[in-house]
């Protein structure tokens, strides 16, 4: 037997060493298994799960916009996002022909950018990239048709069996599935869509600056649409799917869909009518004027409520980044330098979306001379007959600060200060106040605070820079200030300092939206009528309504008289300090002065050749109260003289013969004129009991195949009463009367048709008279 060796025994050692080494590691690594398995296998299935499973968020539907009455001023409405599938497109060999073919046929359909295709489809490692949102319906029915078209497919296949050592070329093998091939891939597995939402304005221009806009993102930009985002942003819904290596979907236990929830909808304060009313009077009147811009406000005065807000020239929010202003495009398009153009282009856009009707700032000017007036009564330094007499100047200090009637406006008692609009006797009552007296009413009507009200942007009173610290206020700043000069306000501050007035002292703190409603209607929120603070007594403010009354009546509000509506307001002239330059012409007035009820505010911003408040102002003002007042069934109070001219109505005459009915034509003071070669009147025109001034004509049909004779509109624009109804009944039209046509000096200053336009004959035109005297007020005075 061979004896083993040294070398022998060692060699044993080292493959019993080897055999340990293997069971061990063998045993641990089982151990390790069945740890994992066991122990802990339930962590790395979730892991599993989380590395398959997608998050996909469902957009949700944003909150309605609605008016007073509930119609609809903005919605969301259910579009399509188009995306593409980067990792489905990189799959393929041919991968550059795809994006080619998927963007010949989407950037026509899409209107996207020609590279965006290839941009969005470079990210790998994505399987959703955005090519275009808030794609509508039509649109996507040209998507899908291409989608369903059918594309020739390149793929590198893995060769069975083949070494992994193997060349490329022998390792892979190309797979070409042509596109008319039965198995033929469709362009929808690489492009796809999911749900999103667009956000309509179906009013258009409609209270565009108080609504404003959303961005592309469904976020709110400016207006309501960004005061009130977080309660109109619904909570989106969310889809949970598992996903294999390919990005298909698979089954899972954890797929879950949560519906998207719908944001919160606003009701607002705002009355459609009146809100179109308001624009439609601002519109024009910023025409009229050659002006800027123009903002009005008409509120309810004993709850603070926004019945209409306009800023002119509006937009489309739905376009909001396009100008509407064509007159300011034209101007803008004729600027040769390209930078500058932009430049221009950009800020005119800016300022569309601005409110100014809450933050526009200027001078009040003379609307503020009630303020003083207020003050002056409850502090018991003038009573109703003070008297000043007024020649034309005051010094102050060494300073010489004018009234706008250089001459003076003699002896007169306090209500016909505040009618003629008298700077030194205002100024008078102010240093009668004192500085710390004047600073507390000046303070509590709100010219140093916002209002509150429920809108972003409101301009913000600023010592030292738009307002007077009190402080800082000696006999100068006092004296101007008490004719609304040497500091700012915006239009909001004002109207809720005149409706403090007309409510009986009480300052309101105005708003926009009444409440807020959930997706059943059920109210979440409510904004209630708050009495911000008691500014003055409720005897102080009726004798100032009653004042003011008579500004309209026989003072420099003369064309802001509104048969039987009895207007109370104030006008202003003034100019903007922070601008620079440039002035504003401005009125507001609340009626009935007896029993009042809404406000009304008009700012002419920057008005070209007349800027005085009471001719360029005060007209539109009375346009809209006398509507809104009508609107609200608001009974008027007519005087004698207006009931005689507006008592006026054609009388009934159909039935009766030619003779008899111009026998009672001519009783009632109306020319008759027949149509027809019939003996009886079969109908007439205008029809009975309608409005026509006497002296007009009635049109007398007496066959039914009669056709209306055409007539054309003469201009009746700056004719007296008796002027525009001779013109009118010469022409066989007629005309019935709005505004102030009672006052001795009057003139039409509009009329409902144009001139040239073709009507039928005997139709009724409505000419709105503005009296020729007395509406000068400017407290553009000092030296």
Same mark, same amino acid.
């Given at each position: ?32 298994? !069945? ?20 998050? =996909? ?35 393929? $060999? ?33 399987? #959703? ?5 808030? @794609? ?6 040209? %998507? ?23 060349? $490329? ?9 042509? *596109? ?16 999103? +939402? ?9 209270? !565009? ?15 309501? /649409?960004?005061?009130?985002? *977080? ?21 899972? $236990? ?104 809450? #933050? ?6 003379? %609307? ?5 007036? &207020? ?6 330094? %003038? ?27 003699? +002896? ?37 605070? *916002? ?22 206020? *000696? ?13 700012? &306000? ?25 409440? %807020? ?17 008691? @500014?003055?007594?409720? #005897? ?52 009935? !002065? ?26 539109? !003002?009375?346009?809209?109260? /006398? ?14 003289? /207006? ?69 054309? =509109? ?33 003139? +039409? ?9 073709? @009507? ?6 409505? @000419? ?16």
């Amino acid at each position: 037997m061979r004896r083993h060796t040294t070398g022998d025994r060692m060699m044993m050692r080292a493959v019993i060493a080897l055999g340990v080494l293997l069971i061990v590691g063998f045993t641990s690594g089982a151990i390790g298994i !069945a740890r994992a398995m066991i122990v802990r296998g339930e962590t790395y299935r979730e892991k599993a799960e989380q590395g398959q499973l997608r998050d =996909v968020e469902e957009p949700a539907p944003r909150g309605e916009i609605v008016d007073s009455s509930g119609n609809v001023i903005a919605s969301s409405t259910d579009v399509k996002r188009v995306y593409i599938n980067p990792k489905k497109v990189n799959d393929y $060999e041919n991968k550059d022909e795809i994006i080619r073919l998927i963007s010949e046929a989407l950037v026509p359909i899409l209107g996207i950018a020609e590279d965006k295709v290839a941009k969005q489809a470079s990210y790998k490692n994505y399987s #959703d990239m955005t090519l275009k949102g808030k @794609v509508d319906e039509i649109t996507m029915e040209k %998507v899908n048709a291409f989608l369903d078209t059918t594309v020739t497919t390149k793929m590198k296949v893995l060769v069975k069996g083949a070494d992994d050592d193997a060349p $490329e070329e022998e390792k892979y093998r190309i797979v070409t599935v042509d *596109k008319d091939a039965k198995d033929a891939a469709k362009f929808s597995l690489f492009v796809g869509s999911s749900r999103d +939402t667009i956000r309509y304005y179906p009013l258009g221009t409609f209270a !565009a600056n108080v609504i404003g806009f959303t961005g592309s993102d469904d976020t709110g930009r400016t207006g309501l /649409e960004l005061y009130y985002n *977080k309660q109109l942003t619904g909570t989106p819904g969310r889809t949970l799917v598992a996903k294999n290596a390919t990005d298909s979907n698979i089954a899972s $236990e954890y797929a879950t869909h949560t519906a998207p929830i719908k944001g919160s909808t606003l009701k607002l304060t705002i009355d459609q009518e009146v809100q179109r009313f308001l624009e439609n009077s601002l519109e024009q009147a910023r025409i009229d004027a050659k002006a800027k811009a123009a903002y009005g406000i008409v509120m309810d005065v004993n709850t603070g409520a926004i019945l209409g807000m306009a800023a002119q020239a509006s937009y489309d929010p739905a376009h909001y980044q396009e100008l509407a202003d064509s007159i300011k495009l034209a101007e803008i398009e004729a600027i040769t330098d390209e930078t500058e153009r932009k430049k221009a282009l950009n800020e005119a856009i800016l300022a569309q979306w601005r409110n100014g009707a809450i #933050d526009l700032t200027y001078e009040p000017g003379s %609307v503020f001379k009630i303020v003083t007036v &207020a003050a002056g009564l409850e502090e018991g330094v %003038v009573n109703l007959n003070t008297s000043y007499t007024c020649t034309g100047a005051i010094q102050v200090e060494n300073r010489t600060m004018h009234c706008h009637n250089r001459n003076g406006h003699g +002896t007169e008692d306090l209500t016909h200060g505040l009618m003629n609009s008298c700077n030194p006797f205002m100024i008078t009552i102010a240093q009668k106040l004192g500085v710390h007296k004047f600073y507390k009413y000046f303070d509590g009507f709100g010219f140093t605070e *916002k209002t509150g009200i429920d809108l972003p942007g409101e301009a913000e009173p600023k010592p030292g820079i738009s307002i007077h610290a009190e402080k800082d206020m *000696k006999v100068v700043e006092l004296s101007s200030c008490a004719f609304g000069q040497s500091f700012e &306000a915006s239009p909001i501050q004002v109207i809720s300092a005149v409706s403090a007035i007309a409510n009986g002292g009480k300052l309101m703190r105005p708003y926009v939206v009444a409440q %807020v409603l959930d997706e059943n209607g059920a109210v979440i929120e409510e904004n209630k009528p708050t009495v911000r603070r008691q @500014v003055v007594s409720e #005897d102080t403010a009726d004798k100032v309504a009653a004042m003011m009354e008579q500004v309209v009546q026989a003072g420099t509000g003369k064309n802001a008289y509104v048969a039987g509506a009895r207007v109370a307001g104030k006008t202003g002239t003034s100019q903007k300090l922070s601008a620079g330059s440039g002035y504003v012409a401005s009125f507001s007035c609340f009626a009935p !002065a007896d029993n009042p009820q809404v406000a009304v505010l008009i700012a002419i911003d920057d008005p070209k050749g007349q800027i005085n408040g009471g001719q360029i102002a005060a007209p539109p !003002a009375a346009e809209i109260i /006398e509507q809104v007042l009508q609107h609200r069934n608001v009974p008027m109070q007519y005087t004698a003289e /207006e009931e005689k001219q507006l008592a006026a109505k054609a009388p009934t005459v159909t039935g009766l013969t030619i003779a008899a009915a111009k026998e009672l034509l001519t009783k009632a003071d109306y020319t008759a004129r027949v149509v027809g070669s019939g003996e009886t009147i079969l109908r007439q025109f205008p029809k009975a009991g309608t409005t026509v001034a006497t002296g007009g004509v009635v049109v007398l049909y007496t066959s039914n195949d009669n056709t209306e004779p055409m007539v054309k =509109v003469p201009n009746l624009v700056g004719m007296t009463v008796s002027q525009a109804n001779a013109a009118a009944a010469a022409a066989g039209l007629n005309v019935s009367f709005s505004g102030n046509f009672a006052s001795s000096t009057k003139i +039409t200053s509009k009329q409902s048709i144009e001139t040239g336009a073709e @009507v039928p004959a005997g139709t009724v035109i409505t @000419v709105h008279f503005v009296s020729t005297s007395g509406v000068t007020d400017s407290t553009l005075g000092e030296d």
